[in-house]
T-cell receptor, first 114, second 114 residues
Framework: GESVGLHLPTLSVQEGDNSIINCAYSNSASDYFIWYKQESGKGPQFIIDIRSNMDKRQGQRVTVLLNKTVKHLSLQIAATQPGDSAVYFCAETFGSSNTGKLIFGQGTTLQVKP | GAGVSQSPRYKVAKRGQDVALRCDPISGHVSLFWYQQALGQGPEFLTYFQNEAQLDKSGLPSDRFFAERPEGSVSTLKIQRTQQEDSAVYLC????????????FGPGTRLTVT
């Protein structure tokens, strides 16, 4: 399953399928990007990050892709599990004197069907 | 190891009351952030501390909002004369990096102003 566009609020996938969550970021000067997972009633949980000098980074079952040309970020989750159900946010930081404040996107709700 | 903790988890205040929200960051983390998250939205930056110094408070919505971190560890976000529009989840995050990379979030305090 794949989310498209800036604001597809919900992505529904079958357990075991791969998921792709997309995000368009706003500032070409952004130099650091992060994906967070947020479950109901909890704070955002760090998943994976990527710096602007990279275009791909892999973690455990997750891969982040960065396309600076079109200012696009994606999170790929392999073999999606019911425990992956949550809201996923991309976030960016920018500026040579940045204090690390994160600018969050709107979020995509991932629903995993058993 | 303990993560970021926040208290109280839930706070109901009558309009016009003052509230104080506490954040205990991960031990040794120099960077501390406060974010505000409205229902169904991504977190929005409020303010940033590096140790005890408040280096960025550009996100505080009004002068009714005040934050402090006097000893470079625990932080308190205070809201004076609360208004209904202050109702939100207030999230605290900490990082070992002075630039705020890899921020770890607490569970948040849900503030409801009636």
């Amino acid at each position: 399953g794949e989310s498209v566009g800036l604001h597809l609020p919900t992505l529904s996938v079958q357990e075991g399928d791969n998921s792709i969550i997309n995000c368009a970021y706003s500032n070409s000067a952004s130099d650091y990007f992060i994906w967070y997972k947020q479950e109901s009633g909890k704070g955002p949980q760090f998943i994976i990050d990527i710096r602007s000098n990279m275009d791909k980074r892999q973690g455990q079952r997750v891969t982040v892709l960065l396309n600076k040309t079109v200012k696009h970020l994606s999170l790929q989750i392999a073999a999606t599990q019911p425990g992956d159900s949550a809201v996923y946010f991309c976030a960016e930081t920018f500026g040579s004197s940045n204090t690390g404040k994160l600018i969050f996107g709107q979020g995509t709700t991932l629903q995993v069907k058993p | 190891g303990a993560g970021v903790s926040q208290s109280p988890r839930y706070k109901v205040a009558k309009r016009g009351q003052d509230v104080a929200l506490r954040c205990d960051p991960i031990s040794g983390h120099v960077s501390l952030f406060w974010y505000q998250q409205a229902l169904g939205q991504g977190p929005e930056f409020l303010t940033y501390f590096q140790n005890e110094a408040q280096l960025d408070k550009s996100g505080l919505p009004s002068d009714r909002f005040f934050a402090e971190r006097p000893e470079g560890s625990v932080s308190t976000l205070k809201i004076q004369r609360t208004q209904q529009e202050d109702s939100a989840v207030y999230l605290c995050a900490s990082s070992s990096d002075r630039g705020g990379r890899e921020q770890y979030f607490g569970p948040g305090t849900r503030l409801t102003v009636t």
